[in-house]
């Protein structure tokens, strides 16, 4: 017998009192920390707190694992280089709906729940929205009782933690484990050996991979919880290690330095996430991430099917995996290695269960963006995966000639291979062509891919491309997030909405309520102090909870125009200054997000603020109309405090430039109205919610293809509307940067001759239409009656709808909750 099953205790941790739930904190004190006294700070009881909640995941894990195996059903496996997580420990609880519980057993003994959590570090695994999608999604698919994990790489530093120095970004490790990671539940015995370098005939289809060296994959279980726990899934992680085969030989010849450099080199694959390809070591380190990422994400997921399952034929009927934007687009040749390299299938058959097996989700439009990888580069790293590839290609153009014959134009354009003066793997046509299903996450950006990033593919094969409009999970981002929200929601119209948000539509009648609209704004000002005092200790700038908070929150691009923002903010100031106006209400502009170090124009804008708001703030002839505050380090705790908090939601991308957007979501639900182009899910924000209550201005994206067509000339704006002119004008002179002669004039030079993303054309709409949400705030019932129309017609974007969605049309998962909106 290899195995046997283990008996559950006969204490199961379910914590029925807060006495049950000391008891275990005691215990793991003791047994796990080997500690004889208790450490009352917050930080003392966070770890055995989280290793007795930990205690009640493990159990609702294997209960889960037992319920899928007994009905063999079909998994999906969610492929991606991010998972922002956040804190994982208070997501838990509150799913776990332990969260009276954990705070009356500390209360008992005089410690503060909320200061316990806050001493969680957010977990590194992430960066932007690619990231914390992929986070609600994993809750949504527990949540509603569907097999579905996540596989990613445990990072050791994640992203970096961002300070502001003397207005500048400035990046320092992101040392989120330096406490520990008490939730995550190491698998050692579950290592796997991952092949790389080596060499392999490029010219031989079933070509032998020798001469590899080996890097050892380690994994380690994050568990992510259901609400109810029921069913609690996990986030599988997997960090690097150099295989003992790999340095061994060099140690033993007596080069220990030579040795301890290799086994260095190894583990960085899973140091930090996405280091710099600015130089060629940064992009050979970022390719090994990626197919460390899928092989030991494939070879992980094949052990498991393997378990149960002895024939490879059913691998499409029991495994389904989604590959994250074209980062884990390696696990087509990978797959391919696995069936035909390692377990002997035949060519044909293995590239039909490939293709039945994968799907591919595209994340952006930004040509800069669609990762390519020289051919190279990948020949030295992955021999064998650029012969498949070779061959891959070969069997697609084959196919390509049959639908189009002789248009070598075609050809060339749907080749996996772009023929150029370094020839490169294109890794998102790599995708389309290994999958079954290609979906883009808006309704827009579903048919810009269709029309115009891969039209040739959509009119070879119309059948693969679909629309997963984006969504996200509302019990961490109103529920958890927004308790005074939550309160108020549940004693109007019950608890059913934490499940199946379609029942907040229940919600709206309510908003021409007089006394629930008064506790509505209630909500909000407790919401904005607590965010006006966190600016405060962050960045120093005292604001006025009773002004407008207007917010932009995102990942720093040109394309997400923070820039377009501060040319607005600006023209204020000087319609304050120099024309004598007053505001029709006064305004706090906030704004956070982080930058990729090697990204220079938007570490410029960062820089931009930070001075802008300087000279603003210092001004008493603003007599505080207006404040502006960059809060640093931008990360999902502190999104759960900004959100809440605000009034206005800033989502003025470059029309058809944002493939979706979650930020816009998020904002929306906790009765922010929103200020925005049609871009992304903001159509179909628009839809569900109406023009009433929103804020629409700028070119579509129709209208903008139509000037880049036309080769459009910002500097015809620039000369013929004053107001652009002035704004321009003045960024661009040293009135901000006294004493760094010069430092803006990039500002002038960028907008006025290569103004790619079209802000000057944007910011006449943008100037007049911000001054009626001005307008409109300073009616206070009007506002709130609005805002809480925002939050109950958001139902549709709930991540809930976008997983059932996959699940049903694109994973053949069996589905056993369903709401309203499917």
Not at 31 to 57: C, E, K, M
Not at 135 to 156: K, N, Q, R, V
Not at 184 to 193: A, K, T
Not at 434 to 452: D, I, Q
């Amino acid at each position: 017998m290899s195995s046997i099953t283990t008996a559950r205790p006969a204490l199961r941790p379910g914590f029925s009192s807060p006495e049950d739930l000391w008891l275990a904190i005691l215990k793991h004190i003791r047994y796990t920390l080997g500690q004889s006294r208790v450490d009352l700070t917050p930080r003392g009881v966070l770890r055995p707190l989280a290793l007795a909640i930990r205690d009640r995941l493990i159990d609702g894990m294997l209960e889960t694992e037992e319920r899928y195996r007994a009905t063999g059903a079909k998994r999906l496996y969610y492929l991606s280089m991010e998972f922002l997580m956040g804190r994982v420990l208070s997501d838990n609880i509150c799913n776990l709906q332990l969260t009276n519980i954990c705070r009356e057993a500390l209360a008992e003994h005089g410690v503060d729940l909320d200061e316990v959590l806050e001493a969680e570090a957010d977990a590194g695994l992430g960066n932007g929205g690619l990231g914390r999608l992929a986070a609600c999604f994993l809750e949504s698919m527990a949540t509603l009782d569907l097999p579905g994990f996540g596989y990613g790489i445990d990072y050791e530093y994640g992203m970096f933690t961002q300070e502001i120095q003397d207005g500048y970004q400035r990046e320092k490790p992101d040392r989120w484990k330096k406490s520990g990671t008490p939730l995550q539940i190491p698998r050692p015995s579950l290592s796997v050996d991952v092949p790389i370098y080596g060499r392999c005939d490029t010219h031989v289809r079933n070509a032998q991979w020798t001469e590899q060296k080996l890097v050892m994959g380690i994994p380690s279980d994050m568990p992510v919880a259901g609400y109810g726990g029921r069913t609690v899934n996990y986030l599988r992680l997997f960090s690097a290690q150099a295989s003992e085969d790999f340095d061994i030989q060099i140690f033993n010849r007596g080069d220990y330095i030579r040795a301890v450099e290799q086994k260095i080199a190894g583990e960085n694959i899973s140091r930090v996430l996405y280091p710099s390809d600015q130089v060629k070591s940064g992009k050979e380190l970022r390719l090994l991430q990626e197919y460390f990422l899928v092989a030991c994400a494939l070879r992980d997921i094949l052990r498991t099917f393997l378990a149960d399952n002895t024939d490879l034929e059913q691998i499409p009927q029991k495994i389904a995996i989604q590959m994250n934007d074209t980062h884990p687009a390696l696990a087509v040749p990978e797959l391919m290695r696995l069936l035909v390299d390692e377990n002997g299938m035949e060519w044909k058959r293995a590239w039909e269960i490939t293709q039945a097996t994968l799907a591919y989700t595209n994340h952006t439009l930004l040509p800069e963006a669609l990762e390519k990888w020289s051919l190279p580069l990948m020949e030295h790293v992955l021999p064998r995966h650029m012969n498949i590839i070779f061959n891959i290609n070969h069997d697609f153009l084959l196919k390509v000639v049959q639908f189009d014959p002789m248009n070598f134009e075609r050809i060339r354009r749907m080749s996996i291979i772009e023929e150029a003066d370094e020839k490169q793997v294109r890794m998102a046509l790599l995708a389309i062509v290994g999958s079954h299903s290609v979906n883009g996450v808006s309704a827009l950006h579903s048919e810009l891919v269709k029309k115009t990033l891969v039209p040739d593919f959509a009119k070879m094969m119309p059948e693969r491309f679909n629309n997963k409009t984006n969504g996200v999970s509302h019990r961490r981002w109103v529920l958890k997030s927004n308790p005074g929200l939550s309160e108020l929601l549940n004693r109007t119209i019950g608890e059913g909405w934490i499940t199946d948000f379609d029942q907040i539509r229940q919600f709206e009648p309510t908003a021409n309520d007089l006394g629930i609209r008064a506790d509505f704004r209630s909500v909000k000002r407790d919401n904005k102090q607590r965010l006006a005092k966190v600016i405060a200790e962050t960045s120093g700038v005292l604001v006025d909870p009773d002004s407008m908070f207007d917010v932009h929150i995102k990942r720093f691009h040109e394309y997400k125009r923070q820039l377009l923002n501060l040319l607005r903010i600006t023209y204020d100031y000087l319609r304050i200054v120099e024309d004598g106006e007053t505001l029709p209400t006064p305004a706090t502009y906030i704004f956070a997000g982080k930058s990729a170090p090697a990204y220079v124009a938007a570490t410029q804008i960062i820089k931009l603020i930070n001075n802008v708001a300087r000279v603003v703030n210092a001004d008493k002839r603003v007599r505080d109309q207006i404040r502006i505050t960059f809060i640093p380090d931008y990360r999902v705790s502190l999104a759960e405090i900004i959100i809440p908090a605000a009034d206005l939601s800033e989502q003025i991308s470059t029309a058809g430039m944002e493939a979706s957007g979650t930020g816009n979501m998020k904002l929306a639900m906790n009765g922010a109205l929103t200020m925005a182009t049609l871009d992304g899910a903001n159509i179909e924000m628009l839809e569900q919610i109406g023009s009433e209550n929103m804020y629409i201005f700028g070119l579509t994206a129709e209208e903008i293809a139509e000037r880049q067509a036309r080769s459009f000339q910002p500097r015809e704006i620039y000369d013929k509307d004053s107001r652009v002119r002035r704004v321009i004008d003045i960024l661009s002179s040293d009135r901000f940067s006294i004493n760094e002669f010069g430092l803006f004039r990039w500002v002038y030079e960028t907008l006025v001759y290569r103004d790619r993303y079209f802000h000057l054309a944007d910011l006449p709409s943008y100037i007049e239409t911000h001054e009626r949400a001005q307008r409109d705030f300073s009616d206070a019932e009007n506002w709130s009656r609005r805002a809480m129309l925002n939050v109950a017609r958001m139902g549709k974007f709930s991540s809930d709808r976008t997983i059932l969605e996959y699940a049903t049309e694109v994973w053949g998962l069996a589905v056993e909750r369903q709401t309203a909106a499917v």
